[in-house]
């Protein structure tokens, strides 16, 4: 872990000296009435390489660029979430969030993640800042789009019923994702072989943090552990035909095009609760949709915003 750590910060350090030296201040980018300095870009990749160390595999140029596409698609949140709530930043609930963040990078506890955060000159706060901008952004989707969830419960439990004997053995994959749009063919053909490419030179991570407009793509596309009957059937099929270490063909979806990388796959034989697992089903297709109408959203949104690089 030391050694990630000094690879990281001399990264860093030559990112922030090289920027500084071209200008001590500047506004790079106005985001409708918001701006966006070198610093924040600064800050902003000391963030991401912090959190994200899959990063280092990639140019100044990709990590900048990134850096700087974060920083919109969270400005563009927050400039849409003021107009129907107050932010509260200093919420202290939101502490309990940073144990799924900090546990990705094998940390034990919240006092070794300010310290490991203290390394790349970032305070907990910051990281808090985000979560709360996250997680109030997802109660806005819950509430505009909930009522239009559509989950066939009773289709789902007859389903489990009907191959009550085939759930004794449980599939979970670790999987990550790329999510990527294109309004046409030329389009999504030039998109997807910079992907594969950047996957073949790089890895599946750094391709994720490039060019997946999901939120998982802050953490290199991973989206952790899920069961096989919390997935769609579409994605269990492709999923199904991989070995560990590759990763599906895009697969069509309402907000896009879905690539998935499985990390990892595991069996266990256990003993399945019919109401717990059609709980967990329900909840996780629920989650599904929202996710969709989130990145649906989103894009309807920015494309309402003024974006001007300077």
């Known amino acids: 872990m030391l050694k990630k750590i000094s690879i990281l ?129 997802n109660r806005l989707i819950v509430e505009k789009f909930n009522n239009l969830i559509s989950v066939d419960e009773l289709k789902i439990k007859e389903g489990l019923e009907n191959n009550q004997d085939k759930l ?37 991570k750094s391709a994720a943090s490039i060019y997946s407009i999901s939120d998982s793509s802050t953490n290199g596309g991973e989206i952790g552990w899920v069961n096989k009957n919390e997935i769609s059937n579409s994605i269990y099929d492709a999923l199904s035909k991989l070995d560990v270490g590759e990763f599906t063909k895009p697969i069509k979806i309402v907000s896009g095009f879905l690539i998935i990388y499985l990390n990892d796959l595991k069996q266990k034989e256990q003993e399945i609760n019919l109401e717990e697992e059609l709980k967990k089903i329900i909840v996780a297709e629920k989650n599904r949709q929202l996710n969709e109408y989130s990145i649906i959203y989103f894009k309807k949104i920015e494309k309402q915003i003024l974006i001007n690089e300077k």
């Open 168 to 204: 004794q053995t449980q599939t979970s994959f670790l999987i990550s994702e790329i999510l990527f749009q294109s309004n046409n063919d030329g389009e999504y053909q030039k998109i997807y072989n910079n992907i594969i490419k950047t996957i073949e030179e790089s890895s599946f």
């Open 9 to 137: 910060i001399a990264m860093m350090n030559f990112l922030l000296n090289n920027a500084i030296a071209e200008n001590k201040y500047e506004i790079v980018i106005n985001v409708g009435n918001e701006i966006i300095t070198n610093f924040d870009i600064q800050k902003e990749t000391r963030y991401l390489l912090a959190l994200n160390p899959s990063l280092n595999n990639l140019s100044i140029k990709q990590i900048k660029e990134i850096s700087k596409n974060s920083l919109i698609r969270e400005k563009i949140k927050e400039n849409e979430l003021i107009k129907y709530y107050k932010i509260n930043y200093e919420n202290p609930e939101l502490a309990k969030f940073t144990m799924g963040i900090y546990s990705k990078l094998n940390i034990r506890n919240e006092s070794e993640f300010k310290s490991y955060l203290s390394e790349f000159d970032l305070d907990i706060k910051e990281v808090i800042k985000k979560i709360a901008i996250e997680r109030t952004w």
